[in-house]
């Protein structure tokens, strides 16, 4: 890769078990299915640079640490893509995320 161009960065996340509302075991699925997509030839994406997220993985603090570090690591040249699966709403008006061992959904 020359200087001039970013990489392509991705973070999938399956949502799939929850404490408070009903599990989701689609999502593995479809986060499966996506980081093929993403990965299979002919791709932009290398594997190195797809990171995976499922079951317990899928807390606040492991899920805001790696979502910090992706953002704020990022070149202003890279491509980042960013996939959701599982349970969401909204709450005043803004967009929130549903993490499993959370009561409530989460802002950030």
């Known amino acids: 890769m020359d200087n001039n161009r970013g990489e392509y960065k991705a973070i999938i996340i399956a949502a799939d078990r929850y404490k408070q509302a009903n599990d989701l075991p689609n999502t593995l699925n479809d986060a499966r299915e996506i980081k093929k997509l993403l990965t299979e030839e002919p791709s932009h994406f ?20 790696s979502l910090t570090s992706f953002f704020t690591k990022a070149k202003s040249e890279d491509i980042l893509f960013l996939f959701w699966a599982g349970h969401g709403g909204q709450m005043n008006g803004e967009g929130t995320l549903s993490l499993m061992r959370q009561k409530t959904m989460y802002q950030h």
Do not use: D, F, I, S
């Open 46 to 65: 290398k594997e190195e640079n797809v990171q995976y997220y499922h079951g317990n993985l899928v807390t606040k603090a492991v899920l805001v640490a």
